[in-house]
């Protein structure tokens, strides 16, 4: 599987013409970067052997495997999107069994360009403009069994607002407004703060992301994520502090994590039961700061892709 950099064009979003219903300039989409990029070589590495893994174990199995859902969340100018569904479309195993790419943007200028990059690379997709996983509705324990349901997700992506918030002040929360001025002014307010992670580790959207994706991942589901590194020494201190208060109080501890592994069980409905192994795939330096992209997913998973820990 080839993940290719697709074309994008910004000056398709209106430049502050109402005419489409979006009202929004090409300005408040976030515009490619060398961000964008290194999850675009992220992919490259270790996608196609996920996606393997998850169509062998379903056939080995006996289990249905029907189209992969792929979701991006924050899509902004759309080139993950439009480079998986691509891939996805030109891969002939991926094909056998098709895949359904999703992408979430509360940014409606945002909506609009990843349509107009997905129509460039002549994909297929379909956008939502919402706020994270939050219009996906979370599986539920079915029966007397109690049988432990897992989410629709198969690939989930997220080059999240990792930037400390200035003054450390906190990510704002997405609301609803019956105002449609007001609306309007908060969705224009959460458009800015979405270049920012808020907080002083800048880590508050993306906990929100983990929580959904720690319950909506499917049983063999991959969460490709973006981090700085003071994102994921915040992870790391956060799961260190948990645990340490649950041995306090006598709970059974699920596992260590080793130097190479995470693993997460604050996360999600079920946190100590469903926890999240996350991985170091790829790192690039920027000025000043270390950037790397995680692959997030069930400790079940084998995980014998040597293609990680790669930094350049």
Known sequence: MIINTPDWDLSSVNNGSDSDGFGMTASTVYEPAEDTFLMLDALQLDLEYMIRSRLHYATSASIKCGPLLVVELGSGAGLLTAAVAKALHEDDKSATVGAHCIAVDLNPAACHTTVQTCKLNKVQIDVIQ???????????????????????????????????????????????????????????????????????????????????????????????????????????????????????????????????????????????????????????????????????????????????????
């Open 130 to 312: 919402g706020d994270l996983l939050t219009w996906m509705r979370c599986p539920k324990s079915m029966g007397s069994k109690h049988v432990d349901m897992y989410g629709p997700v198969d690939v989930l992506l997220f080059n999240p607002p990792y930037v400390r918030g200035p003054d450390g002040e906190p990510a704002p929360v997405p609301m609803a407004y019956k105002d449609s001025v007001a609306q309007n002014q908060f969705v224009s307010i959460m458009t800015d703060a979405a270049w920012l992670g808020g907080g002083s580790d800048g880590v508050d959207v993306l906990k929100r992301a983990l929580h959904q994706a720690a319950d909506l991942l499917s049983e063999r589901g991959v969460f490709y994520v973006l981090m700085i590194n003071y994102n994921y020494a915040a992870l790391v201190k956060d799961e260190m502090l948990a645990r340490q208060e649950r041995v306090t109080n006598n709970h059974i501890e699920y596992e260590e994590s080793s130097p190479d592994i995470l693993i997460l069980t604050t996360f999600g409905s079920n946190p100590i039961n469903r926890p999240l192994a996350c991985r170091r795939l790829l790192s690039r330096r920027v000025p000043g700061e270390l950037l790397a992209v995680y692959r997030i997913y069930r400790p079940h998973i084998s995980d014998v892709n040597t293609n990680t820990n790669v930094v350049i």
